[in-house]
């Protein structure tokens, strides 16, 4: 059975035939040879499929490779979490986990993504390699960031790029495939509710741990923090990754329902605090810490409509939605619109800065970028277009985001100084 799915991976009605002739059998051989094939669109389909239809089968999809593959890429990132305490510096005097911890969890990640690929790309691990050990050389060799905004924000946007890494190697470097760029931003919604769930588990087991030892005149609370806590936190994004890859039957229900929750939730709330605002008469104009605010609420509603949209699009059309979503977005656009005029005001005010040039720039891409993603839910709400192409206008714009991370990680230091 094995060798005949092997020789039909391109021929789905053949895959359909086998599957009928011996569900039992086809199901087993299918989760056998699914490492060797899992990069294959045809087997993520099935994978999917065979999960959805019998869940309590669960068993088959737990690979001991798989499991390897996850222990040694958790232990790599701890290892190189422990390094402060190995050479015996304070991490806190040089920003060690300010610096590093991005580039910790984002290798972890990458290590096991090319564990777990089904043909190893030479050529592509080397060039990933590479720009691990630069990115670390570089932020390890910039001045402590005490005092220097364009250093803060080299620190801030360095994971960003990261992460844009970490997708070229999620996607197999197939950069013109945009079908994949939309599985990776999918992927990163389930991360994020995967690990969040994680380490919620983990901070209840950790104040029962240190609770139940303190009960009894142990004290294990530094021992605990700096040996396990730490490991868990960088650990916990690799191993909701496990999570996803090998029981799809769960993630794949997450996503859409939490989508559909909040973003009705997330607009009222949004409303309300617009309403609330001006009643009360907060002024992100003068005020730099309310305009600070308000931009990362506007990151995080910007980040809740692209979850919400690849949430969503692979499941049947929902009118109620869809209309939700392009509320949301045209009053993400309104908070965007005032965000950007404080900022050009302050800008004219008080001249160009390292923080308000970056919060200037990020907000334009989001601008620009949000524009076109309500002009395309419109075109959903109002001439029944399908919510695939709000998708592509999201992933056709995601290179300018990675070009703008590098420009504030390794240019800005340059241009506004490293003090």
């Known amino acids: 059975m094995e060798t005949a799915i092997r020789e039909n991976l391109n021929h789905p009605g053949e895959l359909e035939k086998l599957y ?10 299918f989760f056998a040879i699914y490492p060797d094939i899992a990069d294959l669109p045809m087997a993520d389909i099935w994978k999917a499929r065979l999960a959805y239809n019998d869940p309590n089968n669960a068993k088959w999809k737990v690979d001991r490779k798989d ?12 290892l190189f979490m422990k390094i402060p305490l190995w050479f015996g510096f304070d991490p806190e005097t040089y920003a060690f986990y300010m610096r590093n911890t991005g580039i910790i969890v984002f290798l972890g990640l990458s290590t096991y993504a090319f564990f777990t690929k089904s043909r190893l790309n030479l050529r592509n691990l080397i060039i990933t390699l590479l720009v691990y050990v630069l990115a670390a050389l570089y932020v390890n060799l910039l001045p402590t960031a005490k005092g220097s905004d364009s250093v803060i924000l080299a620190y801030i946007h360095l994971p960003l790029f990261l992460w844009c890494l970490y997708g070229v190697v ?32 983990g901070g209840v087991l950790t104040a029962v741990t240190i609770g139940l030892f303190s009960a009894i005149d142990l004290n294990i609370e530094k021992f605990y ?6 490991v868990g936190l960088v650990a916990s994004p690799i191993v909701a990754t496990y999570i996803i890859r090998n029981f799809p039957a769960i993630t794949d229900k997450l996503a859409p329902i939490i989508a559909r929750i909040f973003s009705p939730l997330v607009l009222v709330t949004l409303l309300i605090y617009l309403i609330f605002m001006i009643v009360i ?18 990151l995080g509603v910007m980040a809740i409509v692209v979850f919400s949209v690849t949430g969503t699009s692979t499941h049947e059309k929902q009118r109620f939605n869809e209309w939700i979503l392009f509320m949301l977005s ?13 900022i050009i005001y302050r800008v004219g005010e008080f001249g160009f800065t390292p923080n308000r040039t970056a919060v200037l720039g990020s907000n334009l891409l989001i601008f620009v970028h949000l524009v ?12 029944g277009k399908k919510m695939k192409i709000v998708e592509q ?7 300018l985001y990675t070009a703008w991370t590098l420009l504030v990680t390794f240019l800005f230091p340059v241009i506004f100084g490293w003090k």
């Open 20 to 29: 009928r002739s011996d569900k039992k059998s086809f199901e087993k051989s």
């Open 67 to 78: 499991i390897f593959y996850l222990i040694v890429s958790c232990l790599l990132a701890a």
């Open 170 to 201: 999620f996607i197999n470097f197939d950069l013109k495939e945009r079908s994949k760029r939309i599985d990776y931003l999918k992927y990163n919604g389930d991360l994020a509710i995967l690990t969040l769930l994680i380490l919620i588990g």
């Open 225 to 230: 923090m700096e040996n396990i806590a730490i």
């Open 281 to 298: 008469g907060k002024d992100p104009y003068n005020d730099r810490d309310f305009l600070l605010i308000f931009n990362l609420m506007l």
């Open 330 to 342: 045209l009053l993400t656009l309104v908070v965007d619109l005032v965000a950007l005029s404080a």
């Open 372 to 383: 076109l993603i309500t002009i395309d839910l419109f075109k959903v709400v109002r001439k």
């Open 393 to 399: 206008t999201i992933v056709k714009y995601l290179p």
